[in-house]
């Protein structure tokens, strides 16, 4: 019996020491195998930054999109019992650049659409449709001739609007003229001190077009997994301060298998002209309101859910 047990604790001692050494190994080889990658990973990002250095077209796209549905039947315990909602909402950032050694043609998409449904099922008067919420289109165009390799003279159209509620209503379409700097391959910085404003809108409001100064700044970047996206666009009017407005978009996606992944998006704006129409316009509100009336206080919006790497 004692040689029994002590032959049991003998090959139970030297499969655990075999296990160990076996597992020590594989770790060994799997920080061999990483390191390995690394190194190729590295080689594999100088190369893309020398094909992105090259002239042509360079063109992609990357969006996030985001719902629930959800239905519920005597749910007492809330307001309305019997119910169904749900959201649903996405987002597309695209970019089609020319580069060439003496000029380049860079045009840029973003937009973000979001609708929303609430039907109470008791309340026959209310609607049964997916409402939209969020409405956001931004379309970009920037020319330039190169003075040198991080400065060219530039030429700029960009449109924004809504496009679900009130497509140009309002709109703004600034062109403008100056200069554009690129200190490096991904980031794009727009002065344009003689640029126009315009401004589209319905019936008598308080949108005006104007002269100004046009910054733009613009960071697109992927690094392995990742694509990220910050555009801040800037308009300041020379004739009323009231009437300057700027825009900052960041978008942000992490692949995680075969172009999915996960997303986020955030904006901020601001804008005296339409926190005073929005005041004059909406129920309740005032329609005689001025900019001394209406304080100019932050738009903001997010979205998050899936991502795809187009």
């Known amino acids: 019996m004692n040689k029994k047990l002590i032959f049991s604790t003998l ?8 296990f160990s050494q076996t597992k020590e190994e594989l770790e060994a080889q799997k920080a061999e195998k990483q390191a390995e990658a690394d190194k190729f990973q590295a080689e594999a990002d100088a190369l893309q930054a020398q094909i992105d250095a090259l002239p042509g077209w360079r063109v992609g796209a990357f969006g996030t999109i985001g719902g629930s549905l959800s239905n519920f039947s ?27 050694d003496k000029y380049f043609w860079r045009n840029s998409l973003n937009t973000n659409f979001n609708w929303t449904k609430l039907d109470d099922k008791d309340d026959p008067n209310d609607s049964e ?26 030429g700029l159209a960009e449109y924004r609007t809504t496009i679900l509620n009130n497509f140009n209503d309002p709109g703004y379409l600034d062109l403008g003229v ?16 003689a640029n126009y404003n315009f401004v589209f809108s319905s019936g008598d409001t308080v949108f005006d077009s104007s002269f100004g100064a046009k910054i733009v700044a613009d960071y697109t ?20 301060s009231n009437l300057s407005n700027w825009t900052w978009i960041n978008s942000f996606a992490y692949t995680l298998w075969k172009g999915i992944g996960v997303g986020f998006d955030f904006g901020l704006r601001s ?19 001025t900019f001394d009336d209406v304080d100019n206080d932050i738009q903001s919006y997010y979205t998050v859910g899936l991502s795809y790497n187009f």
């Open 11 to 18: 090959l139970m001692l030297v499969i655990t020491f075999g």
């Open 74 to 100: 005597k749910w007492y315990a809330q307001g309305a019992p019997n119910n169904q909602s749900g959201t649903i909402g996405f987002t597309v950032n695209a970019f089609a650049n020319k580069i060439e």
């Open 129 to 154: 449709n997916f409402e939209p919420t969020t409405d956001v289109f931004n379309l970009t165009s920037l020319y330039g001739h190169r003075l040198s390799d991080k400065w060219a003279v530039s």
């Open 178 to 193: 100056g200069f554009t700097w690129t200190p490096i391959t991904d980031l794009v910085v727009v002065i344009h001190p």
């Open 221 to 240: 970047r992927q690094i392995g997994k990742i694509n990220f996206k910050t555009n801040l666009s800037a308009f300041q009017s020379y004739e009323d």
């Open 271 to 289: 804008n005296h002209q339409e926190a005073v129409n929005f005041e004059q316009t909406r129920t309740g509100g005032n329609p005689d309101a």
